[in-house]
């Protein structure tokens, strides 16, 4: 990385970082942190190699991704039962 520029321990640009053990505690409202394995099993991605740096790049994308969708369809279905429940509070 130093050889075309980069300078790994200059984190001046780094605006933020995003942990899948912590959006995955988030997401299941559990105490504990997961494994990335473990989480990508749930998820239903199939894990190769895990702990080759390229690999667990790669898988921890996908599970952010996937993550990130089951919020969103969470919070789409939560809104579905209120309205639902609204409904039926208006019809009684």
């Known amino acids: ?3 075309i520029g ?10 933020e970082t995003a942990d899948t053990a912590f959006m ?4 299941k409202r559990e105490a504990n942190p997961r494994n990335l394995g473990s989480i990508l099993a749930e998820l239903g991605i199939i894990g190769w190699h895990l702990h080759n740096a390229g690999n667990d790049a790669v898988y921890t994308l996908q599970a952010m991704v996937a993550i990130a969708i089951k919020h969103i369809e969470e919070k789409h279905k939560a809104k579905e039962v209120r309205e639902q429940e609204k409904k039926a509070l208006l019809a009684e």
């Open 24 to 27: 995955w505690r988030y997401l």
């Open 1 to 3: 990385m130093q050889t």
């Open 6 to 15: 980069y300078d790994v321990h200059n984190l001046s640009n780094l605006l």
